[in-house]
């Protein structure tokens, strides 16, 4: 049974526009999520996170927003740069309870000249 | 401060071995875990170790252990190795288990 939902394996956007990844989750006991970014023969790198209490957290270019009704979450990267081109995981946990976190599938993001 | 360092990063062995994989976390941090990456299966969890005690294990056969030390380090084995055990193996620290985990460049297995 799949936790974490990343329903798109891969994205397109042209440089300078916005990318908006997305992420489904099914665990109402989820609190706590996370976005991290991985290039390929590297390990991944924690880009944000988020936890239940908020809407939204951003940081710098990363903004990242959770509705909990609908558990989804969305990353959006404004403006999108060559460099963003990798894959995105989508990762959720709950801390109180439990110590593991939980993956999506990923998605890759291509950004376009 | 140095990251988490795994070692070592690549391994070729045959069906049948078995091998040992080794990770040291940030210094400091106390949670270990373990992720399975295969292309489009994402990572899985393995398990995941706190203060030498294992607190959690995801859904694999029995031939992947692990364990912790008293200084965090961690290591994974797996036995009777099987062709689809051919991944890239990441190990993650944590400082408060459960939130921001900062993973190791990997151990990419081969099994031939």
């Known amino acids: 049974d799949q936790q974490v939902k990343q329903n798109s394996p891969s994205l397109s956007v042209q440089e300078g526009r916005i990318s908006i990844l997305n992420c489904d989750y099914t665990?109402?006991?989820?609190?706590?999520f996370l976005w991290y970014k991985k290039y390929p023969a590297e390990g991944p790198t924690f880009l944000i996170s988020?936890?239940?209490?908020?809407d939204k957290n951003e940081d710098g270019r990363f903004t990242v927003f959770l509705n909990k009704s609908a558990k989804h979450l969305s990353l959006h990267i404004v403006p999108s740069q060559p460099g963003d081109s990798a894959v995105y995981f989508c990762?959720?946990?709950?801390?109180?309870?439990?110590?593991?976190?939980?993956f999506g599938k990923g998605t890759r993001l291509h950004i376009l000249p | 401060k140095a990251g988490v360092t795994q070692t070592p990063r690549y391994l070729i062995k045959t069906r049948g071995q078995q091998v040992t994989l080794s990770c040291s976390p940030i210094?400091?941090?106390?949670?270990v875990s373990w992720y399975q990456q295969t292309p489009g299966q994402g990572l899985q969890f393995l398990f995941e170790?706190?203060?030498?005690?294992?607190?959690n294990k995801g859904n694999f056969p029995g031939r992947f252990s692990g364990r912790q030390f008293s200084n965090s380090r961690s290591e994974m084995n797996v036995s009777t190795l099987e062709l689809g055990d051919s991944a890239l193996y990441l190990c993650?620290?944590?400082?408060?288990?459960?939130?921001?985990?900062?993973f190791g460049q990997g151990t990419r297995l081969t099994v031939v």
């Open positions: 993650a620290s944590s400082g408060v288990p459960g939130t921001e985990a900062f």
């Open positions: 665990n109402s006991m989820f609190d706590y």
């Open positions: 988020i936890s239940s209490i908020k």
């Open positions: 990762a959720a946990s709950s801390p109180t309870r439990d110590d593991k976190i939980i």
């Open positions: 210094s400091g941090h106390r949670s």
């Open positions: 170790y706190f203060s030498e005690t294992q607190r």
